[in-house]
């Protein structure tokens, strides 16, 4: 234990966050001590709040401070295409890397009966009243390529053909710029699984 109990509880507490371990978590809290504790104040104070405030979107489970996110209310937005992503991180990274104009469904997780993670729990009820309302054309599931998630993939995508709704999966295959011999055997599959024509250069 550090000497003093607070900061052994500030460093014990900042471990609980991903992908930091004690190393991190004390050189960060001794960062915030030694800083601006205005700033840190400030941290403390955003955090509070945004424990307290934020929600599930009662539209697609994004997080928002209000009943329904920002991206449910564009009218700018196109309705007749629903992405179903697995977290809220993949919605950020989707609306950063892609023109995607559509709207979302986050699952908050997938199917994994051994972790507890049913259907009711990734609210695909929520879901289903959306595909109900028949205003949904194509259905973009975009869930990891593991095992859990190729069969929340297919479960979603039944759902969808039930409905009468195209549903698509995203492609996986190699990245821009890596060499096929450094390519782990599972992207190589599934990029060969999912190759495409070569496009004419008149095209």
């Known amino acids: 234990m550090l000497h003093s109990v ?19 978590a004390q050189r960060i809290a001794l960062s915030l001590l030694k800083g ?3 700033k840190a104040l400030n ?8 424990m307290q405030r934020l929600q599930p979107c009662r539209s697609c489970r994004m997080w ?14 196109n309705s007749q295409s629903l992405c179903v992503v697995e977290s809220p991180a993949d919605v ?21 009966p051994l972790d507890g993670m049913g259907p009711e729990e990734l609210g695909l009820d929520v879901l289903a009243q959306r595909l109900a309302r028949n205003t949904i054309e194509e259905l973009i599931v975009a869930t990891s390529p593991t095992i859990e998630g190729d069969a929340t993939a297919e479960f979603i995508a039944e759902m969808a053909r039930a409905r009468g709704v195209h549903a698509t999966r995203i492609a996986y295959g190699v990245p821009m710029g890596a060499e096929l011999e450094y390519t782990d055997q ?14 004419h250069p008149e095209d």
């Open 43 to 50: 941290l403390a104070e955003v955090i509070t709040e945004a």
């Open 186 to 199: 599972t992207t190589l599959l599934y990029a060969f699984n999912g190759r495409q024509p070569v496009p």
């Open 64 to 77: 928002t401070e209000e009943d329904e996110c920002h991206l449910c209310r564009s009218p700018r937005r």
């Open 92 to 112: 950020l990274v989707i609306e950063q890397a892609t023109s995607f104009d559509g709207r979302y469904f986050v699952l908050m997780g997938r199917l994994s």
């Open 36 to 38: 601006d504790r205005g």
């Open 6 to 24: 607070l900061l052994t509880r500030l460093v014990e507490n900042l471990r609980l966050l991903p992908g930091i371990g004690p190393k991190s």
